[in-house]
């Protein structure tokens, strides 16, 4: 049940932004009942994608949806979203609230929290969309990689492993780095075209690049 909240609250989450969420905590009940009328909307609203520029998104207006779904994310106003929606529903605001009150804050905020982190890293957008398209990618897909490729991915896990010198760190960082720019800017190619196979390419080559990177903080961890 809350996954299912959660992949309708990512998209539509914006229907309850779009209201003017207010700054300042309230004793008052029937502010009180406002807030919680902005967040029902969450759970009966369809799950709607427009591609607007901070991500979250308001209701489409137009009748193809689909065609407004976009991967492009403008991160400074998806955090300015977030913050006006966590105003809306942080627990903190339901302190005084009756129970009823504060388990809807509390699952909402999660909600909240989640859609944002899933829409701002460009790895966990991609999945999201080609979700909303039917498609997902398997755990394991090595035997669908060309060889080339799981080539590169050993010598770069083999140079990690061997990394001693915080220059040798910083250059794997680096080459890693240089690669998710290339995939994520090829990805968004791929989705403003409607290639989504294309676009699963390139996404599960970022997840083995997004493997390595948590290996590098992994590293960097003392002992």
Known sequence: MLR??????????????????????TGSSAHSAE??????????????????????GKRARARDTSSNRSFRVDTAKLQHRYQQLQRLVHPDFFSQRSQTEK????????????????LLAPLSRGLYLLKLHGIEIPERTDYEMDRQFLIEIMEINEKLAEAESE????????IVKAKQKEFTDNVSSAFEQDD???????????????NIEEKIKLKKIPL
């Open 35 to 56: 807030r919680c009328r902005h967040l029902t909307p969450l759970e009966t609203t369809s799950a709607l994608w427009t591609g607007t520029s901070d991500g979250f």
């Open 167 to 174: 220059a040798a760190m910083k250059e794997i960082e680096s």
């Open 196 to 210: 989504f196979e294309e676009a699963k390419e390139i996404l599960t080559k970022m997840r083995y690049f997004s």
């Open 4 to 25: 299912r909240r959660r992949e309708a609250i990512i998209p539509a989450v914006g229907t309850a932004a779009a209201h003017g969420a207010p700054g300042g905590r």
């Open 103 to 118: 388990d809807f804050s509390e699952k909402h905020s999660t909600l909240v929290n989640d859609a944002y982190k899933t």
